[in-house]
């Protein structure tokens, strides 16, 4: 089971972490794109926080999931240490960004404040982590990397609610949209923090 968890959660991992590729093979404004206004869409500053939001991102989606294989950690530290500055550097770029264009984001001041928690969330826990390992604090170092690791998983999350609330649900693209903005990743960082507390219990200092 624990094996099957894991796949899931790579799979996952690198799909949407691929997924941002799409932007740069196909036409992609028929999408998310798509309920933007021209007016923005034809902003030359959005469109680059646009793309280093989601490249950047999704670099720190593919790699992000193997800094918790202790498998990988183990056979080369050094390379674990460098994936996670690789990491860290993905997630400042994309969640600057992303606090950025989510001051335009579809659905108004309820998905603006809620896409703009995310970044703020994401960029100060992964912050917190690079402050716990500097100082050498590798139990609290790990207890961050796990509360950014989730909200990185917005994209995730995202992606997963969005068409369970417009299909399943049968709301209106804008009412889910609105909705997901605070859904894709209040849960995760709850999730991660029950993950943190459980390892506090098992593993005290």
């Not at 991992?13 to 941002?20: D, M, N, Q, R, W």
């Not at 183990?74 to 550097?89: M, P, S």
């Not at 690079?130 to 994209?155: P, T």
Request: aromatic fraction near 16%.
């Amino acid at each position: 089971m624990k094996t099957f968890k894991w796949a899931i959660f790579i799979f996952f991992a690198v799909g949407i972490g691929l997924y941002p590729l799409a932007y740069l093979l196909f036409d992609m404004s028929k999408g998310l794109l798509f309920t933007k206004s021209p007016e923005l869409l034809a902003s030359m500053v959005w469109y680059t926080a646009f793309y280093l939001h989601i490249l950047p991102g999704a670099v720190a989606m593919l790699i992000g999931w193997a800094q918790f294989s202790r498998r990988l950690r183990n056979r080369n530290l050094n390379f674990h240490r460098n994936l996670g500055k690789v990491y860290l550097i993905s997630v400042g770029i994309s969640g600057t960004a992303a606090v950025y264009i989510a001051q335009y984001a579809t659905g108004g001041i309820v998905s603006i404040l809620g896409f703009s928690g995310l970044g703020v969330a994401w960029l100060f826990t992964s912050l917190q982590a690079y402050r716990m390992i500097r100082n050498k604090d590798i139990d609290r170092h790990q207890y961050w990397m796990i509360r950014s690791y989730a909200l990185c998983w917005a994209a995730v999350t995202l992606r997963l609610w969005l068409p369970l609330l417009q299909f399943g649900f049968g709301m209106e693209f804008i009412t889910a949209y609105t909705i997901i903005a605070w859904l894709c990743w209040v849960p995760n960082l709850i999730v991660a923090e029950g993950i943190v507390q459980n390892l506090k219990l098992v593993h005290p200092r």
